[in-house]
């Protein structure tokens, strides 16, 4: 038997005999994930926080530095 057929044949009976373990579902819009909804919430709120208190702190050091202040 060619190479290539005996290839053909394995993964059709691999195709057969295997089957997946995940299967995909959609996930119902009306149940939402309160867990992940509030941490994204969450990280979005204190990476904003962290950003403003970032460039609250560089205005500062750029006055002070320029002699604006």
Sequence with gaps: MPLGRL?????TLNKIVSRNAFTASKP?????NLLRVGLAFGTTAL???MLF???WSDVQEYKASN???
């Design 53 to 55: 208190k970032r460039h």
């Design 47 to 49: 990476l904003w926080t």
């Design 7 to 11: 290839l053909l044949r394995t993964s």
């Design 67 to 69: 002699g604006l202040e």
């Design 28 to 32: 119902d819009p009306s149940k939402p």
